[in-house]
C-alpha cells in the first residue's frame, strides 16, 4: 500500500501539480533525458500485437463519440445495423470488453455496403484497444496492446529550498517523486529532514509509446546524501518479473521497517506517551501509556505491521479496540474507534492494511485514536522507539540483488562524477 508520508509532501505535490497544469508543461520538457545503458534491469514492454489495417475499400468507416446514456447497441443502431448483430455480439464471452463503454469513448465502426458490420476499434487506453473482427465462423474480440518502450533514464539534484521542485527541476515526474519519498519514508521525512545542499540522484524507468513520453515507471535506484556527505542513504529495487518485491540497501536490509511511524496520516498527536498526566475525564493524575492521534471521526486506521488480529471488542476505557499481536514480542493496540474494519479476532493483516476508523468511544473527550505498543507486555513509547526492519531480502534473490545493486551503485557513483564535471565547466 503507498501512503504519503506526510501531509505536508502532499500538499506541496497538490500545489506544483496544479501549477503544472496550468502552465501546461511537463517534467520532461524542462530536463535533458539521459539514458543509460543498463544490462536488464528494466522488463521489456507488454508484447504487442499493433492493430491492423486490413479493411478494403468497399467498407465504410463511421467514427462514433459515446454520449450520455448512450451504448455500444444505440451507435450500431444509428448505423443501421441489425439487432440479430448487435445480439451475436452480446453473447460473445468477452463482450464487456465492447459494452463497458464510457461517456467520450470513440468507436471505429466499419460496415460495408449491405449494412454488414464488420470490424470494430475501440481504443481504450493509449496502449489497449479492444477490436471485433469477423471471420466466417463468426465475431471475435481480440485485445490489442501498443508496444511500450521502456527507457532508463536519470536525475540529479542538489536541494535548496523545497525538495519538491528540486526533484522536479531535476526532470522527475509528480508519481516518481512521491514514490521516491514513499520508499525512504522509513529514514527521512522529506519535508522536515532535508536540508539546502543535500543531493538526490534517480536511476528509474521511463514509458515511451511511438517515441513518446507517456510517464514514468519504476525507480530502478535512488541515493540521498545528506549533512555533507556524512550520510548516504541508498535504495535499490528487486523485482520478480513485473512485481516489486521491495527496496533494498547495499547490504540487503529492508528500506521498510517492520511498524510504520504512525498508523494514521495526516493527524496532529494531541497527547503523548508520558507516565504521569492529568486525565481530562477522570479528573486525576493517571499515566498515559500510548500516543494519541486527534483527527477527523472515520479517518482510516492502518495497522501499523503485519501480525495477527487477537482482540476485537469493546472495553469501558478503550471503547471498539482492537490488540494485534506482531512477530516474537510486539504488540500493536488502537482506541477509541468509531467502527472496525473488514477483519475479524484471528484475521492476520499485512502492514498498511485499514483496521479501523478513528472515533471517540470509550473514555474520550472528541474524536481521536489511543495508540499503544507494547514490548513483551510492557508499554513503549512509539515515537522514540528504533523499530527493527523488515524482513531482509528472500534468499532466492540475494545473488542477482547482489549483482544488480552494485551495478547500480556504481551507475548512482558515476552520476555525481557527471555532476560535478558539469559544474566545473560551469
Ligand atoms: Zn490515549
New binding site residues.
Given amino acids: 500500500m503507498r501512503h504519503w508520508p506526510n501531509q505536508k509532501l502532499f500538499q506541496l505535490t497538490v500545489a506544483a501539480t496544479l501549477l503544472l497544469a496550468i502552465f501546461n508543461c511537463r517534467a520532461s520538457t524542462l530536463s535533458e533525458r539521459t539514458i543509460l545503458p543498463l544490462p536488464e534491469l528494466s522488463t521489456p514492454s507488454l508484447s504487442g500485437i499493433s492493430p491492423e489495417t486490413e479493411e478494403t475499400p468497399q467498407w465504410q468507416e463511421h467514427k462514433v463519440k459515446i454520449r450520455k446514456n448512450e451504448s455500444l447497441s444505440t451507435a450500431l443502431d444509428s448505423l443501421d445495423i441489425s439487432a440479430a448483430t448487435t445480439y451475436e455480439i452480446g453473447r460473445l464471452k468477452n463482450s464487456n470488453l465492447l459494452t463497458n463503454l464510457r461517456v467520450g469513448d470513440e468507436l471505429d465502426i466499419w460496415v460495408d455496403k449491405d449494412r454488414n458490420l464488420q470490424k470494430i476499434l475501440y481504443p481504450k487506453s493509449q496502449i489497449t484497444s479492444y477490436e471485433l473482427v469477423k471471420t466466417s465462423t463468426g465475431y471475435y474480440i481480440k485485445e490489442n496492446k501498443a508496444q511500450v518502450e521502456i527507457r532508463t533514464e536519470t536525475a540529479v539534484g542538489t536541494i535548496n529550498g523545497a525538495f519538491y521542485l528540486a526533484a522536479h527541476k531535476a526532470g522527475l515526474s509528480a508519481r516518481s517523486i512521491m514514490n521516491l519519498a514513499d520508499l525512504f519514508a522509513w529514514d527521512i521525512d522529506f519535508a522536515r529532514e532535508l536540508r539546502d545542499g543535500d543531493v538526490f540522484k534517480v536511476i528509474h524507468e521511463t514509458k515511451y509509446l511511438d517515441g513518446k513520453y507517456i510517464g514514468d515507471g519504476d525507480i530502478l535506484a535512488a541515493q540521498i546524501i545528506t549533512e555533507k556527505g556524512e550520510n548516504t542513504h541508498n535504495a535499490f529495487i528487486m523485482r520478480d518479473k513485473q512485481k516489486v518485491i521491495g527496496y533494498y540497501d547495499e547490504k540487503g536490509k529492508n528500506l521498510k521497517k517492520a511498524f510504520l511511524r504512525s498508523p494514521v496520516d495526516y493527524v496532529r498527536i494531541t497527547?503523548k506517551f508520558s507516565p504521569r498526566r492529568f486525565h481530562p475525564i477522570l479528573k486525576k493524575w493517571r499515566s498515559?501509556r500510548?500516543?494519541?492521534y486527534g483527527g477527523p471521526m472515520g479517518t482510516p486506521i492502518h495497522v501499523t505491521g503485519s501480525g495477527k488480529i487477537i482482540y476485537e471488542g469493546w472495553g469501558p476505557g478503550y471503547g471498539r479496540h482492537i490488540k494485534v499481536q506482531h512477530a516474537g514480542k510486539y504488540m500493536t493496540v488502537y482506541?477509541h474507534l468509531s467502527k472496525f474494519g473488514k477483519f475479524k479476532k484471528g484475521s492476520y493483516v499485512t502492514q498498511g492494511e485499514t483496521i479501523g476508523y478513528l472515533g471517540m468511544s470509550g473514555l474520550a473527550t472528541g474524536p481521536?485514536l489511543?495508540y499503544e505498543f507494547r514490548i513483551n507486555g510492557k508499554h513503549a513509547d512509539p515515537l522514540k522507539m528504533k523499530f527493527p526492519a523488515a524482513g531482509p531480502i528472500d534468499k532466492k534473490y540475494r545473488a542477482v540483488f547482489k549483482k544488480q545493486s552494485s551495478l547500480l551503485l556504481t551507475q548512482l557513483d558515476r552520476l555525481d562524477n557527471t555532476t560535478y564535471l558539469a559544474r566545473s565547466f560551469e
Avoid: A, K
Wanted: aromatic share 0%.
Fill in positions: 497527547s498515559h500510548g500516543v494519541d482506541g481521536h489511543h
